[in-house]
């Protein structure tokens, strides 16, 4: 059994979406929702029966970086090594044994940010996304409200695409996100490596 680990039900679509384009099979996914409950899910880990028998050969986790990709790989790593007294050394490489347990810091080019920065990086080649951006640059010239959430211009995106759903697993699962995009390179290579 091959397992990845992920922040949520939203960060599961993108990565069960990613796997089918990219053709990545016999991974299993798992939301473990949110990263305060990052720490709690890996200690129960060892506690499963798959994991008791040796069936899990790798455990690859993901974490939004939010503000500091920095500080969640060192949250990622100490949970980790809290849990299965593994030292991560990179992110994206895996190491030990039974599992092989590897982090992936999901964010924007930037290094910052989430799983929306992700997917609109992915979509920012689109026709209309310039629009988005000088939507959202109005509205920070216009208001007193300086900086917007990036879950607040995917949503806004998503909504010159459907009528009704505005999240990411949505956009995800209904063929929205371009996951042959450069943008979900890294993240799919990681998958790849378990």
């Known amino acids: 059994m091959k397992l990845v680990l992920c922040e949520g039900p939203d960060d599961e679509a993108v990565i069960r979406g990613l796997c089918k384009d990219r053709g990545l099979t016999g991974l299993t996914v798992e939301a473990y929702l949110g990263r305060a409950n990052l720490a709690d899910a890996l200690v129960e880990l060892p506690k499963r029966p798959e994991f008791a028998r040796q069936e ?4 690859g986790i993901t974490l939004d970086a939010n ?11 100490n949970a980790v090594r809290d849990s299965f007294g593994v030292s991560l050394t990179e992110r994206g490489v895996f190491v030990g044994a039974k599992p092989r347990t590897g982090g992936f ?8 940010g989430m799983l929306e920065d992700l997917c609109l990086a992915s979509v920012s ?6 629009c988005l951006e000088a939507y959202f640059k ?3 010239e ?23 759903e505005l999240y990411v697993g949505k956009a995800a699962v209904e063929g929205y996100l371009p996951f042959d995009h450069a943008a979900f390179n890294p993240l799919a290579q990681f998958l790849a490596s378990m």
């Open 56 to 59: 899990v050969v790798s455990l």
């Open 67 to 77: 503000a500091d990709g920095n500080a969640a790989w060192q949250l990622l790593c």
């Open 105 to 112: 810091i999901v964010s924007g080019p930037d290094g910052k």
């Open 125 to 130: 080649a689109k026709l209309g996304y310039p």
């Open 138 to 140: 109005c509205l920070t």
């Open 142 to 164: 216009r208001t007193s409200r300086k900086q917007y959430h990036s879950k607040a211009k995917f949503r806004a995106w998503m909504a010159s695409q459907s009528d009704y």
